[in-house]
């Protein structure tokens, strides 16, 4: 089983800056895409997807965040970080990374696995 684990958030003022980390353990083969979402307090059913970064280190990124966000990878760590800066009000979320990782375990499966999310609030 792969494990995913946000860390990072909290209360920020517009303007400021964060830096998310989703930290992958378990049973890792290997970590191809890994992708940041979010999920606003007023969208209950509706997750944006924010980020986006392929093994080979391609990035990408939504409309609302290019420029302000940058996603990278230590594969050495199995973590993807990703650092927000210039934060506005309308980012507070709770943030989620998600990846597509083999299991190391026989018959070693590719799944797409979520971890619990942590919470962003920008606010004066």
């Known amino acids: 089983q792969v494990q995913l684990v946000e860390s990072g958030g909290g209360l920020v003022q517009p303007g400021g800056s964060l830096r998310l980390s989703c930290a992958a353990s378990g049973s890792i083969l290997s970590i191809n895409d890994v992708g940041w979402h979010r999920q606003a307090p007023t969208k209950e059913r509706e997750r944006e997807w924010v980020a986006g970064i392929t093994s080979g280190g391609t990035t990408s990124y939504a409309d609302s965040v290019r420029g302000r966000f940058t996603i990278s990878r230590d594969n050495a760590k199995n973590t993807v970080y990703l650092q927000m800066i210039s934060l506005k009000p309308e980012d507070t979320a709770v943030y989620y990374c998600?990846?597509?990782?083999?299991?190391?375990?026989?018959?070693?499966?590719?799944?797409?696995?979520w971890g619990q999310g942590t919470q962003v609030t920008v606010s004066s």
């Open positions: 998600s990846a597509i990782a083999k299991d190391s375990r026989p018959p070693y499966r590719l799944g797409n696995y």
